[in-house]
């Protein structure tokens, strides 16, 4: 079985905190995640949503090159484009 591995960091309280994401394998480096990259359109920081969609896409898109090569048919080649809309429902104080 092959194990993969990440950690994660976090300092503070709520709206100012941080947190840091790390990959075993060194592709998310303490890369900084927050109450404004979660919640607002700060863009110096990455958020779980945003993670999972690109991760989820990934997964797809192997997948989906399987099954092209089971059946016969020639490799594809495309770029997805995951994106999230927040509704607030909620006030976060």
Same mark, same amino acid.
């Given at each position: 079985?092959?194990?993969?591995?990440?950690?994660?960091?976090?300092?503070?309280?709520?709206?100012?905190?941080?947190?840091?994401?790390?990959?075993?394998? $060194? &592709?998310?480096? =303490?890369?900084?995640?927050?109450?404004?990259?979660? /919640?607002?359109? #700060?863009?110096? *920081?990455?958020? @779980?949503?945003?993670?999972? $969609? &690109?991760?989820? =896409?990934?997964?797809?898109?192997?997948?989906?090159? /399987?099954?092209? #090569?089971?059946? *016969?048919?020639? @490799?594809?080649?495309?770029?997805? &484009?995951?994106?999230?809309?927040?509704?607030?429902?909620?006030?976060?104080?």
């Amino acid at each position: 079985m092959v194990e993969k591995n990440a950690s994660v960091h976090w300092e503070g309280a709520g709206k100012k905190g941080q947190g840091r994401i790390s990959t075993d394998t $060194g &592709a998310l480096k =303490a890369y900084p995640y927050g109450f404004g990259s979660r /919640f607002e359109d #700060d863009r110096s *920081g990455t958020n @779980p949503e945003e993670l999972l $969609g &690109a991760a989820h =896409a990934a997964c797809f898109t192997m997948a989906f090159s /399987f099954a092209c #090569d089971k059946a *016969g048919l020639p @490799p594809p080649r495309w770029t997805l &484009a995951p994106r999230f809309a927040w509704c607030r429902r909620a006030t976060v104080s």
